[in-house]
């Protein structure tokens, strides 16, 4: 007999065969030496954090004699890291915020935690385009809600709005967006943002109730071709964005993000009371105080984002030269292309065999695509070619 | 119409007399001085972080270039220091674990989040002596699980051994225990430990299933006059240890803590993999890193426990001057004194008047007494003693 939950006991055997595939891609890189394997199955940023970042830790260093300087503090996040934020957010957002109107959270997963926490009764759903971040529907049960996944048209992923309003129940709460999207790489376009607000707020009105659009904007700092995010504070009174440092300052194990509450929301007091007892009775209580104070120093810093920009060019020719169709991503660092042969797993078998680590989208909702993740550098990608080509060939 | 579930929303109105309680203590504050007001209100660790965690954070800063420094990692935790942490616990727990037998989690309060989700189907039950540490109850709560308290003997403290038995009931999946206590000061001795663990195995053996004995240690480095807190692993095969570094490093701010399982347990990988699942999926994904780093390199290191000795011994003076009747706390840093006149809230209230913040028992399941935290100078301690001999006396 288990003497674990029987959903968390499923959601063990499910894994097992990605844990699986982990561990064989750990043994081909000990047998072959992990020069010759090609790991484009992790989202890891490689980059070093920003100058910014170095100098906050010294600083903090040296001050550290001072008494409660890694002591407790508000749920919500240091005062002055929570002004800092709120100021850069106006920018970035097109609305005011003001320090008051967001929680500095455990990252962004940690956010979207807490607010499903706030919100859910048993049963309420999150509306989501797939393909999309695999842990979502996790954040959901974990407080007995369930993600509604609706696809994006192949292969451009851009909305399926008819979709996506008929997906929207009486029990829906949340639509739940990304972009830049992991897996996709697409940067949804104002004018289908506009359209899918229209739903909502439509909906809203139908059902006496606010459905709140929430954004998970991790990737916002990283787009190309000037594609531009746009701030759906600004389009839409229930909208909620949250994000994290983890890949533009590369702090991915410090765990600092945020949940921001649109200011022009008018129960916006009572939603950031809510995430600030949600976050503290989670567990997190507060954001890393040390990943807070290097966010609040490192603010306007950021990865070199130049060397995404060459690294996609790199994957963009070595699949292309391959033969394997895919859309051109607007941001973020993964490609998601079409699987020869129709079969994501049967690609990635066959992948794998020529020491090309990816994750096949089945993973992410969206059978019949892999996801290449580019968080390695430009050389790996372009040795990779000759092996992805053999993959391909051999279907 | 409320934005938040009905059950967030009732915690927000509950919780709402502490909050005005501390607004009213900042303001306290602002309007007299920060030196004129006694406050006793808060567990939060005055004592800079020892020596080693400023060498290890200077360190880490000189070699924050190399990529990855930061980024993620297992959901367990750094390999380096689960193997530390491991070593460290085979010594404390009288038991050899390796560093597969642990988990690295988000401070103590994450890592009984991550268990309980993990174990927990809904209306499971914790049975737990009274008085308690207050977010208990919301953990259980938010898996669905309910706490049940059981009150130990005024006023030693001593666990009520016959009402524990007849609290296990078949839904009790944990019995959970904080020794030394939050509030109470309270080491449970081993004589009445064996006892609880007798119980514990007979109603697991009646009921077909075992019942976890949890142990929150994070007071276990802070016991005075020779008290000594025994290992609860060398007793019982399905024990399990959870606690931080946030008051023995003074880094509570940023969150690390672990789980250990009892090497002992027959299905203890089955648990790790579960804990190592819930810990990612309810978005700690891990604790955060550097405080990893840090505890690694300062695991033998400790704050100044002579330093708490001190002031125990001044707020025991102060008490005994003011006659009120205490037991002494064997370890931690806090007294639980009972009300004069019997009535906590009342006894808050004539203590605020005299600018002296205390939190009454009632927040702890345990009405008629009062919790004074001791993280404050020696010299504020003794100064206090004419404002709580006058709250005595205005009874």
């Known amino acids: 007999m288990s003497l674990l939950s029987k959903q968390v006991g499923e959601y063990l055997e499910k894994a097992s065969w990605i844990r699986k595939m982990f561990e064989a891609g750990a043994e081909l890189k000990q047998q072959f030496g992990p020069e010759n394997v090609f790991d484009f199955s992790l989202g890891n940023p490689d980059l070093p954090p920003p100058r910014a970042v170095k100098t906050a830790l010294e600083e903090l260093a040296a001050r550290l004699d001072q008494p ?12 002055g890291a929570r002004k800092a934020l709120a100021g850069f957010l106006s920018r970035e957002q097109e609305v005011e915020l003001g320090p008051g109107d967001l929680v500095i959270t455990c990252g962004a997963a940690g956010g979207i935690n807490a607010l499903f926490r706030a919100l859910f009764e048993a049963g309420d759903q999150v509306v989501c385009p797939a393909p999309y971040f695999v842990e979502y529907g996790f954040y959901a049960e974990n407080f007995q809600g369930r993600l509604v996944p609706v696809k994006c048209k192949p292969i451009t992923f851009e909305l399926d709005l008819g979709a996506l309003e ?41 059902q006496g109730r606010p459905i709140f659009l929430v954004a998970d904007e991790p990737y ?8 531009q995010v746009p701030s759906l504070m600004a389009m839409y009174d229930y909208a909620i964005v949250v994000s994290s440092f983890s890949k533009s300052l590369s702090i991915a194990g410090e765990r600092v993000g945020y949940v921001a509450v649109n200011p022009r929301m008018p129960e916006k007091q009572e939603l950031i009371n809510g995430i600030t007892l949600t976050n503290r009775i989670l ?28 690294r996609r060019q790199a994957m963009a020719d070595v699949l292309e030269e391959a033969g ?42 969206y059978p019949g695509f ?7 550098s430009e050389e790996i990608i372009r040795r990779s070619g000759q092996a992805i080509k053999r993959a391909v060939q051999g279907i």
């Open 283 to 310: 567990g997190f209580v507060n954001a890393p105080v040390i990943g807070q104070i290097l966010m609040e120093k490192a603010l306007n810093s950021c990865v070199d984002q130049r060397v995404y920009q060459q």
């Open 370 to 376: 892999v996801r290449l993740a580019f968080c390695v």
């Open 68 to 79: 409660l300087t890694l002591g407790y503090m508000p749920n919500a996040g240091l005062p």
């Open 324 to 365: 394997v169709e895919f859309s051109m991503p607007g941001g973020g660092f993964y490609f998601f292309p079409q699987a020869p042969g129709g079969d994501d797993q049967v690609f990635t078998r066959k992948l794998f065999e020529q020491k090309v680590l990816v994750v096949p989208g089945t993973g992410f909702g």
């Open 166 to 206: 008929a997906a929207i129940s009486p029990r829906t709460r949340v639509v739940l967006i990304n972009s830049p999207n992991n897996p996709s790489g697409r940067v949804y376009s104002r004018e289908e943002l506009k359209k899918l607000v229209d739903i909502i707020q439509r909906k809203s009105l139908e």
């Open 220 to 227: 916002r700092f990283l787009v190309y071709d000037q594609v």
